[in-house]
């Protein structure tokens, strides 16, 4: 893959807190426009490595975002590359609307000064119009009306909580977005609503790395994959070839392979390879 051709690339990326080392020289690339998944057990690093390639925590190695090296920035400078990110458990300040968690996203992209705004009024009356619209066209991306804006997140229910929290992460303009078990307090009907609308974003030319335990919806999403196993890659390829390989099967459900066969839309009987 060419510098051009890379969406997120990761080389020898290791992270360690204090004795324990939880992510351990792992590469990866994802092409730009490709939805890549990320699996493996509790505690194999999945969160680790997203919030290493964010800069929420520190790491050896290379990352790079559209072919240019993030590694060296602070977790600011990486969100203003490109880099957006959504949480495994969203936990809103008890006060915050909807409309205020996506202003909260705006600010990544383009954070305005005061005395910009009290100069040019028009100009922040139009961002602000515009911003607006934008968060409506997100929300309605996953079948959430305007209604939804003024209330409390709070009051949100999981499921719609995390779809909320993509669109606050969508509102940066992300040319890469990271989503960690988007699906989990979701139902079938907002899954499907998922599925459709990081199609749709892909298609648009946004890369995306997903963190998901939910195999079915990483079969039918994917175009690629990594498994980790206790900080490490066990196995890389598309979702078909991972799942054929006995190692990874091994590595990703311990003894039981049952539930990853149980899991697949296709299932396939695993192969020495
Ligand atoms: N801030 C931290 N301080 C110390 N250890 C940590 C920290 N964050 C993660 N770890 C450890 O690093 C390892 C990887 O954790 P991580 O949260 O990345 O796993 P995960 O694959 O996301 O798991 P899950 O599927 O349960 O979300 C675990 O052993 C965890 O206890
Ligand atoms: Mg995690």
Known sequence: MSAGEIGLELRD????????????????????????????????????????????????????????????????????????????????????????????????????PWWQVALTPRAADRALRESNERASRLLAMVDIGPGLLEQQLVNLPAGVLKMV??????????????????????????????????????????????????????FDICDSMTVLATGRVVGHGTPTEVFQREEVIHAYMGSSTASVHESRPHPVEPSAG
């Open 13 to 112: 990326v290791s992270v360690q807190f204090g004795g324990i080392h939880a992510v351990q020289g792992v590469d990866f690339s994802v092409a730009p426009s490709r939805v890549h998944g990320l699996v493996g057990p509790n505690g194999s690093g999945k969160t680790t490595i997203l919030n290493a390639i964010c800069g929420f925590v520190g790491s050896d190695g290379e990352i790079e975002v559209g072919g240019a090296r993030i590694d060296g920035m602070g977790s600011y400078g990486r969100m203003r590359r490109g880099l957006g990110r959504t949480f495994q458990n969203p936990r809103p300040a008890r006060e915050l609307t909807v409309r205020d968690l996506l202003r909260i996203g705006e600010h990544d992209r383009k954070a305005q």
């Open 165 to 218: 929290d993509i669109a606050r992460a969508l509102m940066g303009a992300p040319r890469v977005l990271l989503l960690d078990e988007p699906t989990s307090g979701m139902n079938d009907v907002e899954i499907d609503l998922l599925h459709a609308a990081l199609r749709e974003l892909s298609g648009d030319s946004l890369t995306i790395l997903l963190v998901e335990h939910n195999l079915r919806f990483m």
